[in-house]
């Protein structure tokens, strides 16, 4: 079941978080304010916040917290000791907004059509159309206004040209149009509705599927709960822990980057050259290596011929190196006769049934497998400097966009310098390689 909660984007999980309506965006990972600073923001606007929702779960929230406002905006606060692993708030089913909550009369001619994250963008695009009317009307008015979304899926087409080199483009391209086409999809049943949807336009609904998306979690009907990872003193400000994803991510789902996130990587698209004699054979050997299309934990989708590289840790070889599945692959494409592809077979099923795992005991072999990457690698350095090259030289200051160029360049920069570590990585490699032979 997917929940609309801001303020507690709540599931019984082990994975444990905080958040806050409007709530800081820019962090990963737990921070905090002085209790001097913080404490001249509790008594702002949102004071409201908490009562009304207290009230309309029927039960006591927490007396552990306040919303207040930082210089982030809209926060949560500890107004006392919260130890770790306590519960900060805990919210009953029927307080929360899901799927269920839409109008029956229009989840009978809606069927199976639609998935939940559009039902329950439909449900937000019912309460705002009943503005103070609405019984989550405090919550509703919370929400980001369609200018305030950054999330790539509302940049235009030349802001997206700048980030070609990433997969986040394509992914972008492809995610609007799913969107889109659940759009087409519900637009008939809603037009049945003139008094409520009258006017909604496909931007409408994709400012509020991507609400939903950046908020809704899985849950499970009954009580949910918001678990401290950490003690907290009172004053200090509540983050919510996103998770470790990289900017391409944190850019497509909520509309955010990291100057330097240490869980960027790229997405190498490895091919066999259609020209390649061996073709059909290093085709069927490829296929055997199962490649899965990839999934993170957000959706993110990537192509079954794409390789994951995560930063290098160190250029001496320790830490992540490049994905043996990468240079299995490597290995599989420098062959030159069918019979170097059966060796590569034949040692497989000797040892444990994985191709091309075993480095080449012809050295010269091995080289040239990891030269192969070496290269694609540096291609798309080059590439990479060009874009954030020409990024920084067409940027104007002043410019309303700005926080999207500067999202922009955190995301190739940190793309790049996993590439770059990755090219010292093999560069050290293949040199250990040269002095071994």
């Not at 801001?6 to 978080?17: A, D, E, G, Y």
């Not at 998770?243 to 509309?255: C, D, I, R, V």
């Not at 240490?262 to 259609?274: G, M, N, R």
């Not at 795992?357 to 070496?374: D, G, S, T, V, Y």
């Amino acid at each position: 079941m997917l929940l609309c909660i801001r303020i507690t984007k709540l599931m019984v999980s082990p994975r444990r978080f905080f958040t806050a309506p409007r709530c800081l965006c820019s962090k990963l990972h737990s921070s905090s304010l002085s209790q001097s600073v913080a404490s001249s923001y509790l008594h702002e606007e949102c004071d409201d916040f908490l009562p009304w929702l207290e009230q309309k779960a029927g039960v006591a929230i927490s007396s552990a917290v306040s919303i207040g406002r930082s210089t982030y905006g809209r926060s949560l606060f500890a107004t006392k000791i919260i130890e770790t692993g306590s519960s900060i708030l805990k919210v009953p089913f029927h307080a929360q907004i899901s799927p269920d909550n839409l109008y029956p009369e229009i989840k009978i001619l809606l069927g199976d059509e639609v998935g939940n994250v559009a039902r329950l963008a439909t449900v937000i695009l019912v309460e705002k159309k009943k503005g103070p009317e609405s019984g989550w009307a405090p919550y509703i008015s919370r929400l980001p206004l369609l200018g305030e979304t950054q999330t790539t899926l509302f940049w235009s087409e030349d802001e997206l040209e700048i980030i070609k080199q990433s997969p986040v483009y394509l992914e972008t391209i492809r995610k609007k149009a799913e969107i889109r086409r659940q759009f087409l999809t519900l637009k008939p049943v809603l037009d049945q509705f003139p008094q409520i949807f009258d006017g909604i336009k496909f931007e409408d609904f994709l400012h509020a599927y991507t609400l939903v998306e950046s908020r809704a979690w899985e849950s499970s009907k009954g009580f949910s709960m918001v678990l401290a990872d950490r003690d907290y003193a009172p004053g200090e400000q509540i983050w919510i822990t996103y998770g470790k994803f990289s900017n391409a991510t944190l850019l497509l789902e909520f509309g955010f980057t990291l100057p330097h996130n240490i869980h960027d990587e790229v997405h190498l698209h490895f091919k066999i050259p259609s020209h390649d004699p061996l073709y059909k054979m290093k085709s069927e050997l490829l296929e055997r290596l199962r490649f899965p299309t990839l999934k993170d934990l957000r959706g993110f989708k990537h192509h079954a011929d794409s390789f994951t590289i995560k930063e290098v840790r160190s250029a001496t070889g320790k830490g992540y190196g490049i994905p043996q599945s990468l240079r299995a692959a490597a290995r599989v494409l420098c062959c030159t006769s069918a019979e170097e592809l059966c060796y590569v077979v034949e040692e497989a099923m000797e040892n444990d049934g994985r191709l091309g795992r075993r480095p080449f005991k012809n050295i010269e072999r091995e080289i040239q497998a990891h030269e192969i990457l070496l290269s694609q690698i540096t291609t798309l350095i080059g590439e990479y400097t060009e874009s954030i090259k020409l990024l920084v030289s067409t940027s104007p200051a002043g410019n309303r966009h700005d926080s999207r160029e500067r999202m922009a360049h955190d995301l190739l920069a940190g793309e790049l310098r996993v590439l770059k570590a990755a090219s010292l990585w093999l560069q050290n490699y293949i040199l250990t390689l040269h002095h071994s032979a």
